[in-house]
């Protein structure tokens, strides 16, 4: 299971940016995916959750300003930043888990599988 996470970069405030994430292997077989971010000198946190269902959850600073999706024929989950801070500005890092019985199969473990991240700069 592989995650290739693209769409970063620099942004003035109030600006957008579309992050992307494609899962490859034979064994990607997602199940929730998600969206962390770590800024400077700080922990990794959670950003956004999308279940198969297409349940979302977020984060409550980014709550109504992002927007997680998945395509699962592209095997691809965005993430669109609209409403950019300066706080913003952070490495973000998609996530996966896959399907137990998948994970079994392949004898490999369900989750904490990680793209390298994509660099997010909002100027003030």
């Known amino acids: 299971v592989q995650l290739q996470a693209s769409g970063g970069g620099l942004v003035q405030a109030g600006g957008s940016l579309r992050l992307s994430c494609v899962g490859s292997g034979s064994a990607f077989s997602p199940t929730t995916m998600a969206w962390y971010r770590q800024r400077p000198g700080e922990q990794r946190e959670l950003v956004a959750t999308?279940?198969?269902?297409?349940?979302?959850n977020y984060a409550d600073s980014v709550k109504g300003r992002f927007t997680i999706s998945r395509d699962s024929a592209k095997r691809t989950v965005y993430l669109q930043m609209c409403s950019l801070k300066p706080e913003d500005t952070a490495v973000y890092y998609c996530?996966?888990?896959?399907?137990?019985?998948?994970?079994?199969?392949?004898?490999?473990?369900?989750?904490?599988?990680w793209g390298q991240g994509t660099l997010v700069t909002v100027s003030s």
């Open positions: 996530n996966t888990a896959i399907d137990p019985r998948v994970a079994r199969v392949h004898d490999i473990r369900e989750d904490d599988y």
């Open positions: 999308i279940g198969r269902s297409g349940r979302t």
